[in-house]
């Protein structure tokens, strides 16, 4: 990992300005699965930046990051965003004039599937609550752009992920 990435990690806002304003670092610099400093942010909910007058994000103050690069999963920093039921940072990644919130990772499964399914893949009560989950489902079913209907490799859509898993709070938004 580099500096970089553990000032995404750690959510150093301050310290990732600092870095990028340098010649020698990579905004979008990878470790060996292909995680970025914005990857890492979004999956321990580090993110802090204001939008922009015009309504975009400019995330940490750089046009040089990419929003939806994927790492070798095939998640984007909204997939883990979502999946860890960081809305905070999922609202503001998906202020980015640029979020694509309907990729697909190596399973096929969307940002909105990530959410359904939460940490591992499994529906887990003790790590999200019902209505944290059902935050972070809302917050992506109030795009016009974000696609229900999109089945991941096992041919699941996100509504018949939540009949499967009984999520009656999550069905409901459907």
């Known amino acids: 990992m580099t500096p970089f990435s553990y000032a995404g990690w750690y959510g150093q806002v301050e310290i990732a300005r600092l870095l990028l304003a340098r010649d020698d670092v990579e905004a979008d610099s990878k470790n060996e699965e292909g995680r970025t400093p914005l990857s890492f ?3 321990y909910g580090k993110l802090q930046f204001k939008a922009a007058k015009n ?3 400019p995330l940490l ?7 939806n690069l994927q790492d070798k999963y095939g998640d984007s920093p909204l997939h883990y965003a979502v999946r860890y039921g960081h809305q905070n940072v999922a609202s503001l990644l998906l202020l980015h004039c640029n979020i694509a919130p309907n990729l697909k990772n190596v ?3 969307t940002p909105l599937h990530c ?6 893949g499994e529906y887990d009560v003790n790590y999200n609550s019902a209505s944290s989950r059902e935050a972070t489902v809302s917050l992506l079913l109030a795009r016009n752009d974000v696609r229900v ?3 991941d490799d096992n041919g699941l859509t996100t509504l018949m992920l939540a009949c499967s ?8 938004l459907f």
Do not use: P
């Not at 103050?61 to 929003?67: N, P, Y």
């Not at 898993?165 to 409901?172: F, G, N, P, R, Y």
């Open 41 to 43: 942010a979004a999956w």
């Open 55 to 57: 309504g975009c994000v």
């Open 61 to 67: 103050s750089t046009e040089d990051i990419d929003v």
């Open 107 to 109: 399973k096929g499964q």
């Open 115 to 120: 959410a359904v399914l939460g940490v591992d």
């Open 149 to 151: 209907g999109l089945e």
């Open 165 to 172: 898993l009984e999520i009656a709070s999550v069905v409901k």
